[in-house]
């Protein structure tokens, strides 16, 4: 069940920030627990409040396997002496009927947020399970709304060392920035930088139109004028193409051609992506698709050196991304095809996250990103020629502004009411099958408390109907593919697991076979 977010207290003044950059950074004169103002929630982040639904809540979901292991009390220290200089971590969520806010909890209280759990007694070689089902459950409890929304629960013994179960709501910030934030609580991680104290924004949709000119606009062309009336009205506009994208796409145009050369460009893209995003067809039917029920499954494979992924990608021309969506492709059809299931023609569409911040700012909470349509072609069997498909599809999207349009389509979402936000987001939930994450960590191992961090693994939330999530995440000389499924959709993603190394090997060994010449 999912809690629902009541409030009869006043409605907070917000101090003045941008929309979106209100980032939760140290502040001068506060701490966590101290008496401070609050802050207005960016429009994107309450989209991403409000998106809780029955079947998937909004957490970000992680852990970190440890050797040796830890105890409950030096790693609360660790957590509370590092996490806590982002006053975010210290703030709780109120809501209003124009949005949300920002406010600082006088009952925090570090326990509430960093507690020991044990797993329940498994036979020997079943350790791994017993964790991934609690994590599974985990990712289907709602975390306190009194409260800032973030937990870590720690498995003191687990596989002869520790386990780190971390769980934060993601209108707290994106994945990228809270791997940054997480690596300042390694060994040697680094101090949050000085913030900056911003100037007076402007809230709603004008606060996205100026990030958005700022950040991409100005790269494209030196007449930054223009380039602000271009980018608003194409954001705007596209965004309206969920209405009538035919009709959209004439104005761009219209508007495009009355411009200089380089914004006729930008403003024809700008409408063009938009019509793409709106008109992508529903995604082939497939028994990963349906009405999600009300529990999840976790599972991840052992690390794949990321060497042999490399050398691969040399031979082929092709990325590192290249090859390992291809192999997620190769599990996805063997594992239709373990059911009987016909793939030919078949293709999923994942949506994956892309970074819209400089990556100075990846320390920086809040939600800046957007949202990729990645389809994978399951009806090819030859894996070579499957790697290049991939290759060929990623490459088309490059330089595409979709990823800008779906931050847009978040923004607005996030100014509308419940209803209408759930209507607009379930364009994607009816069009995807899955959300995908590719994210490269550190080359080598960290440490944690003294502790040596031997595995990562997080997931992104999948929002509305969608039932699959995908985790690729390269750390330590390794990369590690994980899923979270819902039960009713894909009750054993151990399945699908188990099937990506082979997928990997027939490519590594078809690629050795290949006739290379002198």
Not at 52 to 57: A, I, S, T, W
Not at 102 to 109: N, Q
Not at 346 to 375: H, I, S, T
Request: aromatic fraction near 6%; charged fraction near 20%.
């Amino acid at each position: 069940m999912v809690t629902k977010i009541k409030t009869k207290q006043p409605v907070m003044a917000p101090c003045n920030s941008e929309d979106g950059v209100d980032l939760g950074l140290p502040a001068e004169g506060h701490a966590a627990g101290s008496a401070a103002p609050s802050a207005r929630m960016s429009k994107v982040d309450t989209a991403w409040l409000r998106m809780d639904g029955e079947h998937n809540l909004m957490m970000i979901v992680g852990v970190w396997i440890l050797k040796p292991g830890l105890k409950l009390q030096e790693v609360s220290a660790r957590i509370e002496s590092r996490l806590l200089k982002f006053p975010r971590f210290g703030q709780r969520v109120h809501q209003d009927a124009t949005g949300a806010s920002w406010v600082t909890d006088a009952d925090f209280r570090i326990e509430r947020h960093v507690v020991a759990e044990v797993l329940p007694p498994v036979t020997k070689g079943q350790e791994q399970l017993a964790l991934q089902n609690r994590l599974a459950e985990l990712a289907m409890e709602p975390l306190d709304i009194h409260h800032p929304l973030w937990q870590f629960r720690l498995v003191e013994d687990y596989q002869g060392g520790s386990a780190l179960m971390c769980r934060i709501h993601h209108c707290i910030a994106d994945g990228l920035a809270l791997i940054a934030v997480t690596q300042s609580m390694v060994d040697g991680g680094m101090e949050p930088p000085t913030p900056r104290h911003p100037a007076p924004g402007h809230d709603g949709l004008e606060g996205v139109e100026e990030w958005i000119a700022d950040t991409l606009v100005k790269p494209f062309t030196e007449v930054t004028v223009k380039a602000l009336d271009v980018a608003g009205d194409g954001v705007v506009g596209a965004l309206g193409l969920l209405l009538d994208p035919r009709k959209g796409l004439e104005q761009g145009l219209e508007k495009g051609l009355a411009s200089s050369a380089g914004l006729a460009k930008l403003a024809y893209q700008l409408m063009r992506d938009g019509a793409s995003l709106a008109l992508m067809p529903d995604d082939s039917p497939t028994r990963l698709k349906g009405v999600p029920g009300a529990s999840k499954r976790v599972a991840w494979c052992q690390p794949i050196p990321l060497a042999e992924v490399k050398a691969i990608g040399q031979a082929l021309n092709c990325s590192i991304n290249d090859v390992l969506l291809s192999c997620v492709a190769g599990a996805l059809a063997q594992y239709m095809k373990s059911f009987g299931d016909d793939t030919t023609g078949k293709e999923v569409r994942a949506m994956v996250p892309v970074n819209l911040r400089p990556m100075d700012q990846a320390y920086k909470l809040g939600n800046r990103f957007g949202l990729a349509p990645v389809v994978l072609p399951l009806g090819l069997d030859n894996p070579i020629e499957r790697v290049f498909e991939v290759r060929r599809r990623m490459s088309a999207m490059k330089g595409s502004l979709q990823p800008l349009l779906a931050f847009g389509l978040l923004a607005v979402a996030g100014l509308v009411v419940k209803p209408l936000q759930d209507a607009m987001l379930n364009l994607f939930s009816r069009k995807t099958t899955a959300v995908m994450t590719n994210v490269p960590g550190p080359r080598e191992k960290l440490k944690f408390c003294g502790a040596t961090l031997e595995q990562s693994l997080f997931w992104v939330p999948q929002s509305g109907t969608v039932g699959l999530g995908v985790s690729i995440l390269s750390y330590g000389g390794g990369v590690q593919f994980g899923i979270i499924s819902d039960a009713t959709l894909c009750p054993e993603p151990q399945k699908i697991i188990d099937l990506f190394e082979p997928e990997f090997a027939k490519l590594s060994l078809l690629t050795l076979m290949l006739p290379w010449g002198n």
